[in-house]
């Protein structure tokens, strides 16, 4: 038997008025995701529990089979486990995000843009090597990651301060989200001094020389402690492999003991490579017998607030991901799909909400009749009356051939 999960990053959504009241799972094209939802399981879970952030750490977790009340610690440390970054007992990683702060008319400073204009890798590497070099110490060390995620350890460091991501505050003034308790005035030191480093680099100059937003600061959260998790390996006794542009994705996968598939051109944005995802997923499955593909696409259109990006990443993740993996599937007798977001990422509000998700079970072995009145999307989830409640149940049911059991 062979596991698929297929994860498209924030595809959920609500209603939007330019998309004629539908949501964009309505609205787009998906003959491939309507067809694993109208052959199988189908319904609505929640992803995200009762008191923890709308986050793709938590929601990847639950994706995952990992209860995130138990395993989650942090959405840095998972990144960390996927850039290499051996964590200690006493360090605290946290997402060093570079961004593009502006000024109002009134003075105001405010959150322009949470990923630097989308910053390419090598200069966003070039940019966090000069603040290793400046900033670094024995205290603080910072590492570069893709595009403008990147991650700052604080050797014994702390971890209980409030912070914020900045994909929440698009467009909104910054004062009052800086980090904010034990440990977070040294925190703000650092930040402000990194400001002052980035508003001098030669790598914002040609940056805004070519028309682009300068990576004007780096913006810190989303700390935490290494988690200690099981492996798939250990739960369930399967090999297998996740593919993903994103450090936090496969941090996750790094952690469950899956082998990091790299495939070229694969940036999590609008362009990534799509095709070669799916392609490269169906040629690790010959070796081994569990893949985790996720696509971030669909939430970066989510955070830009753009509908028809929106639209457009589902029909190319319909098409060139899921559509490949289903025709690929003929060469393995029995196989199990579960489809499904990590949380939904409405474009009316341009980041994570923890609505309940659809997700979609389609095995082999175990089809319904077809219903084409279905569509993989969250009204048709929602008027099947199947409801999960703790999503990172699924995952279980679903290795072991049970799904029917939590509808």
Avoid at 4 to 26: N, R, S, Y
Avoid at 97 to 119: C, K, P, S, W
Avoid at 250 to 257: E, H, K, M, P, Q
Avoid at 289 to 296: A, G, I
Wanted: hydrophobic letters at 40%; one cysteine or more; charged letters at 20%.
């Amino acid at each position: 038997m062979k596991y698929i999960i297929l994860q498209g990053d924030g595809m959920a959504d609500w209603p939007v008025d330019e998309l004629g009241g539908k949501t964009p799972l309505e609205y787009a094209r998906t003959p491939r995701m309507d067809h694993i939802a109208s052959h199988g399981i189908f319904g609505l879970t929640q992803t995200i529990p009762e008191g923890y952030p709308a986050g793709s750490d938590v929601g990847t977790m639950s994706l995952l089979g990992y209860d995130p009340r138990q395993y989650h610690t942090g959405r840095s440390p998972i990144e960390a486990a996927s850039m290499g970054v051996d964590l200690g007992p006493e360090d605290i990683a946290f997402r060093c995000n570079l961004v593009t702060l502006g000024r109002e008319a009134d003075g105001r400073e405010i959150m322009r843009d949470f990923a630097a204009d989308h910053i390419p890798s090598a200069d966003a590497a070039e940019l966090i090597g000069t603040l290793q070099h400046e900033l670094g110490s024995d205290e603080f060390s910072f590492y570069p990651g893709v595009s403008y995620r990147h991650l700052l350890v604080w050797h014994g460091g702390k971890e209980k301060m409030e912070t914020t991501p900045p994909h929440d505050i698009t467009g909104q003034p910054v004062q009052g989200y800086w980090p904010q308790g034990d440990g977070g005035e040294q925190l703000c030191s650092l930040m402000k001094r990194a400001q002052e480093i980035c508003a001098e680099h030669p790598v914002n100059a040609k940056r805004q020389a070519e028309g682009h937003q300068p990576a004007s600061a780096i913006w810190l959260w989303g700390q935490g402690r290494r988690p200690a998790v099981p492996t798939i390996a250990e739960r369930f006794g399967l090999s297998g492999s996740v593919i993903s542009a994103v450090d936090l994705v496969r941090g996750i996968g790094v952690l469950a003991g899956l082998e990091v598939i790299l495939v070229p051109g694969a940036t999590g944005f609008l362009d990534t490579n799509y095709l070669g995802k799916a392609e490269y997923g169906l040629a690790a499955l010959r070796d081994k017998d569990f893949l985790f593909l996720h696509v971030e696409a669909t939430d970066e259109a989510g955070h830009m607030g753009a509908a028809d990006k929106k639209v457009q990443a589902l029909e190319d993740f319909d098409e060139k991901v899921v559509g490949t993996i289903l025709d690929g599937l003929a060469a393995f007798p029995e196989w199990t799909i579960l489809l499904m977001p990590d949380h939904a990422t409405p474009v009316a509000i341009k980041t994570h909400s923890s609505d309940p998700v659809p997700f979609a079970v389609l095995s082999s072995h175990d089809r319904t009749p077809a219903s084409p009145a279905v569509g993989y999307n969250e009204p048709c989830a929602k008027a099947t009356d199947v409801f999960v409640a703790e999503a990172w149940r699924l995952m279980e049911h679903v290795i072991r051939g049970q799904v029917r059991a939590l509808v």
